[in-house]
């Protein structure tokens, strides 16, 4: 039997003035935690486990699908970049005041800054540029280091689902599936059927004071998850 996840009609409500690109953001944020990641996995037939904050990390670490890397300073700077910016896109506390004009909503540097030393540290030097990513362009500007972000739509590629989570010390494996979104299947009633992964990654988070930083994307087989 297949199996069939249901869509949470309950959604946090966004500031009207952020426009559809950063309402796509926040949808696609809220079905990767609540549809496709497994956020609550049974251990030992007895006990449930939240990986709710896991998913939440991944959505976008996933969504833009870096090239796999075992040290954080060798990975892709541009996508890093990317990853904390449409993170920082998602957070509707630090995005509720952001000033909106006719090119975009404006975006400070510093916010990405912020973000970017959040979810991977500080080893990476933070260098502003502009941003591409799949079918969006998030101009910086080095006159009021800002970045202006055009109100449309955005779908990422993929979408995260959690297999399972291995906790070493300080640090967690996530073995994670990648579902692509042009596979989703949305039924009449609501319901989103259950679409295998198109890749799989074993993906390392480091645990700190106020959430995770990223270490290592590792690709793995496909047979290891079936």
Known sequence: MSEVYAVHKKRKKWPLFLGTLILVLALVGAVSIGLWVRSYLKENNTETVDYSEYAKYLTWVVGVDPEPFTDITKADYASLLNIAACSLLTDEVK????????????????????????????????????????????????????????????????????????????????????????????????????????????????????????????????????
């Open 95 to 226: 995005t509720g005041d952001y000033a909106v004009t006719e090119s975009g909503m404006v975006v400070p540097a510093e916010d990405v800054t912020a973000y970017f030393v959040k979810m991977f540290g500080t080893e990476v030097p933070v260098v502003h540029s502009s941003i591409i990513g799949y079918g969006y362009e998030f101009l910086y500007v080095a006159q009021t280091n800002s970045y202006v972000v055009p109100l449309t739509g955005v779908t990422p590629p993929f979408v995260p689902r959690i297999e399972s989570v291995q906790k070493t010390g300080g640090l967690a494996v996530l073995h994670v599936g990648y579902v692509g979104t042009n596979n989703i299947e949305v039924g009449a009633d609501g319901t989103v059927a259950a679409t295998q992964p198109d890749k799989y990654m074993d993906i390392t988070l480091k645990e700190t004071a106020d959430g995770f930083n990223l270490i290592s994307i590792v690709t793995q087989t496909m047979g290891e998850y079936q």
